[in-house]
């Protein structure tokens, strides 16, 4: 079974504060990615990452950056948290194989509150 | 771009009833379509994708959806629905970048018994 974790399920940040969020997965999967989640917005995509050191910006990037320094491990970090980011953070990874089509594998999601 | 859009973003059925969630698809290239489902709590689960072939697709827990070009569609059923299925449903295509999902805003389902 695919299994990604995220480090945290609920996390309460203070405004201008330096956030880090980790996920890892333990299927050797090339990409990994980072979304977004907002009620009635669905996911929109942050960053993604399909290989070590490689990232690409998603459709949301502003405020964001990622780190990618073993295959398992993508870590999202919020330089100076803002309360317009308290939201549902989701990591997912893939395959790097006709990628595509291939499914991507959900993390339980880290809902993040910036006071 | 691709983009994929969900008509209705709360729909409710009786136990035991038609589940029909509807997704109209924008794609220039063939597109690679999915559905998720997300539980509660949880983070979201492949119900099923489209690639190629076969045009009907069967997924996990009855769930099938067809994919259907002339009408730019992919709409998810289930015969029967069950209380159990009551959760967050989303749409996704397949993004220009070729790694990543562009996703519909969501379907919320409820479930009357």
């Known amino acids: 079974d695919v299994k990604v974790t995220q480090s945290s399920r609920y996390l309460v940040k203070r405004t201008g504060e330096k956030v880090f969020l980790e996920c890892v997965q333990d299927?050797?999967?090339?990409?990994m990615f980072w979304y977004r989640q907002d009620p009635g917005l669905g996911l929109r995509l942050i960053y993604f990452s399909y290989d070590v050191k490689m990232k690409e910006k998603g459709d949301i990037p502003e405020g964001y950056s990622v780190s990618r320094e073993k295959k398992e491990r993508f870590s999202l970090i919020l330089e100076s948290a803002s309360t317009n980011q308290t939201s549902m953070y989701l990591c997912?990874?893939?395959?790097?194989?006709?990628?595509?089509?291939?499914?991507?594998?959900f993390g339980p999601g880290t809902r993040l509150l910036v006071l | 771009a691709q983009s994929v859009t969900q008509l209705g973003s709360h729909v409710s059925v009786s136990e035991g009833a038609l589940v029909l969630l509807r997704c109209n698809y924008s794609s220039s290239v063939p597109p690679y379509l999915f559905w998720y489902v997300q539980y509660p709590n949880q983070g979201l689960q492949l119900l099923l994708k489209y690639t190629t072939g076969a045009t009907l697709v069967k997924g996990i827990n009855g769930f099938e959806a067809e994919f259907k070009k002339s009408e730019t569609s992919f709409h998810l059923t289930k015969p029967s629905a069950h209380m159990s299925d009551a959760a967050e449903y989303f749409c996704a295509v397949s993004s220009n970048s070729g790694y990543a999902l562009n996703f519909g805003k969501g379907t919320s389902l409820l479930v009357t018994p």
């Open positions: 997912a990874s893939s395959p790097g194989s006709g990628r595509a089509f291939q499914t991507q594998y």
């Open positions: 299927m050797d999967h090339e990409n």
